[in-house]
Nanobody, 127 residues
Framework: LRLAAGVWGGLVQPGGSLRLSCAASGFTFDDYAIGWFRQAPGKERGGVGC????????YYADSVKGRFTISRENTKNTVYLQMNSLKAEDTAVYYC????????????????????WGKGTQVTVSS
């Protein structure tokens, strides 16, 4: 896989913070946009946000704006999802995916062009 399988989640209390990492290899990492997604039990997979190849542009789903931040460290081939002020509703399996393009897709179609997906990791927000 061009995208590393491991995305490290965990258990956190409501109001707490957690950082997920997504590492890639085998290609020119800084040529591609990367998206974050999540799927809660019984729900469809939805977009969390996206960062373009250079890191100069990001966007976020309304449900996480102001709480989550996506960043990338291209020298380490790694993208991060910093999650703050976590709520029980954030409980889900989280995935990262690389785009075939440098720019992010339109927020209304967040999976468009995402052609390489990680395996996902469980994030549980609970007391």
């Amino acid at each position: 896989l061009r995208l590393a399988a491991g995305v490290w989640g965990g258990l956190v209390q409501p109001g707490g913070s957690l950082r997920l990492s997504c590492a890639a290899s085998g290609f020119t990492f800084d040529d591609y946009a990367i998206g974050w997604f999540r799927q809660a039990p019984g729900k469809e997979r939805g977009g969390v946000g996206c960062i373009n190849s250079s890191g100069g542009h990001t966007y976020y789903a309304d449900s996480v704006k102001g709480r989550f931040t996506i960043s990338r460290e291209n020298t380490k081939n790694t993208v991060y999802l910093q999650m703050n002020s976590l709520k029980a509703e954030d409980t889900a399996v989280y995935y990262c995916a690389t785009s075939k393009w440098a720019g992010c897709p339109h927020p209304a179609s967040p999976t468009y062009g995402m052609d390489n997906w990680g395996k996902g990791t469980q994030v549980t927000v609970s007391s």
